[in-house]
């Protein structure tokens, strides 16, 4: 945090806010001229999108503009659906920026386009896509709003946090049967993913942790100690400053106060 801090103050001035709506711009002015060149000539809609697809050999080759153009690819050629894509993206896009800040916003895209980059440099001859970016805009906008709800198809309501279970699902699924730019693709919005939320999924956990306690604590016969040592029988009802531990090692991980939780023999398992 210290360090989001220091870049924002360095180079805050460079952020460019709104830019969700500069991304459904230019991808719906791609739209416009993709449905334009498949209606005079649909065999030239293919050699349209190929042109703007990120294929590391050809940046190679000097079509530098590659990198850049991919962004603007729709996700979906179906008018309603695009629309729907489209609205979707706006809406996610300015609570990420409304609850993060220009800055941080910005910074989430730009990681998110340098790992697909590099992992299509790395993989110079295999086609790459803005999907796996555009998704983790998603998963970073459901673990912000899991409660959010959605109508799929238009239709049909469902929160945003079933929708993103799926989406991990299918990231688990073509992982393990996708092929090497899959994989790398994957690897590289999770890690965007996780290099924003770390923090967030650390504080859930250790909450997760303190609840479950809570709860032991409140389903237990209240006369009962919580802790009691395995080898001498205090607990925290007959030595308040007393601390303990639980043994990993042992057959059901039982508790040892601290004067015996280094000396005790291991039960086996």
Known sequence: MKLLAKLERSLGRFAIPRITIYL?????????????????????????????????????????????SFLLI???????????????????????E???????????????????????????MLRSSNGYLMESIFLAFAFLYPEFVIYLFFIFPIKVKWLALVTWAL????????????????LAAVANFLLFFHQDLLQQVKGGHRRMLVRAQAT??????FHRCTTCGVTERSNRKMEFRYCPDCAGTPCYCIDHIKTHEHIPR
């Open 24 to 68: 459904v711009f230019l991808q719906s002015l791609t739209y416009v001229l993709l449905m334009g060149t498949a209606a005079r000539r649909p065999e030239d809609a293919g050699d349209f999108l190929s042109r703007l697809t990120l294929i590391g050999a050809l940046v190679f080759q000097g079509q530098v503009w590659r990198i850049f």
């Open 74 to 96: 729709p996700p979906v050629t179906n008018p309603i659906f695009f629309f729907f894509a489209m609205y979707f993206l706006y809406l996610m896009g300015t609570a990420l």
């Open 220 to 225: 237990r016969p209240s006369d009962e100690p």
């Open 98 to 124: 409304n609850h993060w800040g220009v800055f941080r916003f910005n910074l989430f895209l730009l990681v998110g386009w340098l790992a697909s980059v590099a992992v299509s440099l790395a993989l110079p």
């Open 171 to 186: 990231y688990l699924y073509q992982f393990c049967t996708g092929g090497w730019l899959d994989r790398a693709l994957i």
